[in-house]
Structure formats: C-alpha cells, structure tokens
C-alpha cells in the first residue's frame, strides 16, 4: 500500500490531496469499497471519471474532505476538482509512477476550500497535486531527515507558531 500527501496552490483554491494506493484485493480495496458504501451527511464519496460513463484507472474513490457547503462548492467539488484529480491519476499512469493499473483501487481524499471561487485554479491545482501525492507514495516520501529537520519548526497555511 502506498500512502502519499500534497499540497499544491495558495489561497481558498489550493488543492490539498492524500491518496492511498493499493492492491484491489487487499486492505486498500475493502478500504474503497467500505468508504463507497457508507456516506455520510455532507460527504458521499464518488467514482472519479474522466468523461461521463470513463473512469479513470485505476479506479479512484473520490472523497471530499470538506463537507459541501452550497452550490457553488458543490459544483466546485464535483466539477474541476474531481476532474483535476482523474486528470492527475492519468498523468501518474502515464508517467510510470502508477504501474498495474487493474489491479489497484485508489482512495483520493480531496480538500477543496468552500470560499474557492477560481474553477481552472482549483482543476490545475488538484491534477498537479494528485499526481504528485502518488509519486511521494511510490518513492517513499517524505524522507524521514527531512520529518526530523522539520520537527522544530512545524507549519501550514492555517497556522505557524
């Protein structure tokens, strides 16, 4: 299984992405199909298509870490975000970063800000981070020098002490 994070852009339309990637018939497919299966209030997680009825592979379980707050998030959300996301898992394949693709199901969790207004800026944001949060899973990052280095240190745009 290959656990992968990113954060890409600034502002109400950055684009934070965890992935986890792993075999159909293991924990990452009960994971993906459990999660399917029970939605919750604010939060039904969905299948991540390319083109209406063109799912991308591998299959990709979309699941919104913020609760859709109004139409315009909605749309945000189920429009450029999951297209950035199946565009991002496409690019992953095809650079190799992603091999056996019918063989793995992938569990995109997406943040995608209810103040985001920019609906090209949260598309490219989610494809850029998406792939790359596969290719840190693939590589094993982030280096654990690098956790270490950091730990001092610790920030994110919500908050730097």
């Known amino acids: 299984m290959q656990i992968g994070e990113s954060f890409v852009g600034e502002g109400a339309e950055a684009a934070h992405v965890n992935t986890v990637l792993g075999d159909r018939s ?10 399917l299966a029970t939605p919750s209030q604010g939060h039904a997680p969905f299948v991540a298509v390319l083109k209406p009825g063109l ?3 591998p299959l ?27 565009a991002g898992v496409a690019d992953a394949v095809a650079d190799g970063i992603v091999n056996n693709p019918d063989e793995l199901v992938l569990i995109a969790a997406v943040w995608v800000n209810p103040e985001a207004k920019d609906a090209d800026a949260v598309y ?5 981070a998406t792939r790359e949060a596969l290719e840190a899973g693939a590589t094993g990052m982030p280096a654990l020098d690098d956790v270490l280095a950091a730990r001092h240190s610790p920030a994110n745009p919500f908050y730097t002490p």
């Open 55 to 57: 799912p991308v592979k």
């Open 124 to 128: 490219v944001n989610n494809r850029v």
């Open 26 to 35: 293991g924990p990452a497919g009960t994971a993906w199909a459990t999660a």
């Open 60 to 86: 990709t379980l979309f699941v919104n870490k913020a609760a859709i707050a109004g139409a315009g998030h909605g749309t945000l959300t189920w429009g450029p975000a999951q297209a950035g996301v199946a």
